[in-house]
């Protein structure tokens, strides 16, 4: 009987990986902004075209790339994050897998142009479907900018799965929204065809969710924090009185990583029960901090589904805390 088993081609292997990690335009923002941030941006913009699906771009004031790294980081599996499995329990950035601008790069035609503080000329490098084009020197601020243009351009199947430009771009604001709400010392700008949709300084926290979601929200919220050898939990809850059935704002947050919870979102609620009608809910801010040994972010290749050690206490600790406001 004949051999079957094949290797698959490199190219091939890219664009199943990036069918886990890019699914749509707000995928490649997440992964370029969250990039910046763990480059140390203290300015990030955003700028969409057509929802993202005629060009993304994504510019940063961070420490940017050597010649050498900005070559390597479109390798898949190579991260500046990590070193060995254990510093997966260890982490303080946003990114670690090292498939992020692998993955965009397999369905994208991608334009870098990044520069260190100390060099006098950074690197352009251009790739597309895997496939490096050009790298040339040349003249750019020190960060790094992203350009992405016609997101899956050589995956026709996956484009045509793409929802309409008024979908794409709602998602697109989801995931602008969970980046901004956990890092108010980084300002943002969001620009989609052109036009500005948000332009939002470096503040606290608090006027920060005010940027996003308008002053009025202000009046709505109630300050909460505990702090225990456990974990430290704060943010904002809405009042019960602003309860209403469609339209709460709800966000957990985790070492500076937005998660979805459902468990500890019945804990609110429960604190709620007695206090708001049935089928109504509140919003809330709530971000933890806690020892990285002690959650798994290694779950999902978006790492917005996260485990705890210390699950059951921490619902006790969320849930009274909430009961006392």
């Known amino acids: ?189 969001l620009h989609h065809n052109g036009a500005e949709l948000f332009n939002l300084p470096a503040l606290q926290l608090r006027q920060r969710i005010m940027g996003v979601f308008g002053k009025k929200i202000n009046q709505e919220l109630l300050s909460l924090d505990v702090d225990t050898t456990m974990v430290r939990v704060s943010g904002f809850v809405g009042k019960p009185e602003t309860a209403r059935k469609k339209g709460a704002r709800q966000y957990f947050f985790v070492n500076g990583r937005y998660m979805r919870h459902p468990y500890f979102h019945k804990a609110i609620m429960d604190a709620y029960e007695q206090l708001v009608p049935v089928g109504e809910q509140v919003s809330y801010f709530i971000y933890f901090e806690v020892d990285p040994a002690n959650i798994d972010v290694n779950i999902h290749p978006t790492k917005t589904e996260i485990k705890f050690e210390n699950e059951q206490a921490i619902w006790q600790i969320l849930a009274a805390a909430v009961k006392e406001l």
């Open 1 to 189: 009987m004949s051999d079957i088993i094949r290797l698959l081609p490199d190219s091939v292997a890219n664009q199943i990986a990036a069918g886990e990690v890019i699914q749509r335009p707000a995928s490649v923002i997440k992964e370029l902004v969250e990039n910046a941030i763990d480059a140390g941006a203290q300015h990030i913009d955003v700028l969409v075209v057509d929802a993202g699906k005629t060009s993304i771009q994504v510019i940063d004031d961070g420490k940017g790339m050597s010649e050498t790294d900005a070559r390597l980081s479109f390798e898949r599996h190579a991260t500046s994050k990590i070193r060995e499995a254990a510093d997966l329990f260890a982490l303080h950035t946003m990114g670690f897998r090292g498939e992020a601008l692998a993955s965009i790069a397999a369905v994208a035609q991608v334009e870098l142009r990044t520069r260190t503080e100390g060099e006098e000329l950074g690197t352009m490098l251009t790739i597309a479907g895997s496939k490096v084009e050009g790298q040339e020197a040349v003249s750019c601020p020190k960060g790094s900018s992203f350009s992405v243009k016609n997101l899956f351009f050589n995956v026709p199947a996956r484009r045509k799965f793409l929802k309409s430009n008024q979908t794409e771009l709602s998602n697109i604001l989801t995931e602008f929204e969970r980046i901004v709400l956990v890092n108010p010392e980084v300002s943002f700008t």
